[in-house]
């Protein structure tokens, strides 16, 4: 068995699929390379109370593929984007989110602290690199082996 899926931009073959998907609505992907990544983010067993995200990602912004020019091409989008997207999307009814999303937890970042203020609802995020297996367990840490990593919480904050 492989080690599945990860979210980030490392060597693996899951480093490579990229793609905006709303787990809970009708919008994926529309490139292969975010057609792997909505594969494996389906697997995932459904926690209460969240509507799932699936992206690739970098601790302050995710990245979608497009195609450009006949090009596939990476375009970044900051949680601004997201959050239109999200508000637009009828896959998302309001409420809590997790990112099933490498790295858009972790402390030296802001994706998910910024997602949160913005969307006014808690968004649970991994702290490092999320691989997903073939039968849906996710893994969160530098190997899709051993968890070293944890999901974090971020509650929205009032502007100052």
Excluded at 7 to 32: E, H, K, Q
Excluded at 105 to 123: I, P, Y
Aim: net charge positive; aromatic share 8%; proline share 4%.
């Amino acid at each position: 068995m492989g080690a599945g899926y990860h979210g980030g931009f490392g060597s693996t073959s899951g480093a490579r699929r990229n793609g905006v998907i709303t787990l809970d609505s009708s919008l994926v992907g529309d490139r292969p390379k975010g057609k792997a990544l909505a594969e494996a983010a389906r697997r995932v067993k459904k926690e209460d109370g969240f509507t799932d995200v699936a992206v690739h990602r970098a601790p302050d912004h995710i990245e979608v593929y497009r195609l450009i020019n006949g090009e596939e091409k990476g375009v970044k989008l900051t949680h601004r984007n997201l959050a239109k997207f999200l508000k637009s999307d009828k896959g998302y009814s309001g409420g809590k989110i997790r990112l099933l999303s490498c790295n858009t937890g972790k402390e030296t970042g802001t994706f998910a602290q910024d997602l949160a203020n913005k969307m006014g609802v808690a968004v649970k995020a991994p702290s490092d690199t999320l691989h997903i297996w073939p039968n849906g367990r996710m893994v969160i840490g530098s190997s899709p082996y051993k968890n070293t990593g944890k999901w974090i919480t971020y509650y929205p904050k009032k502007r100052k």
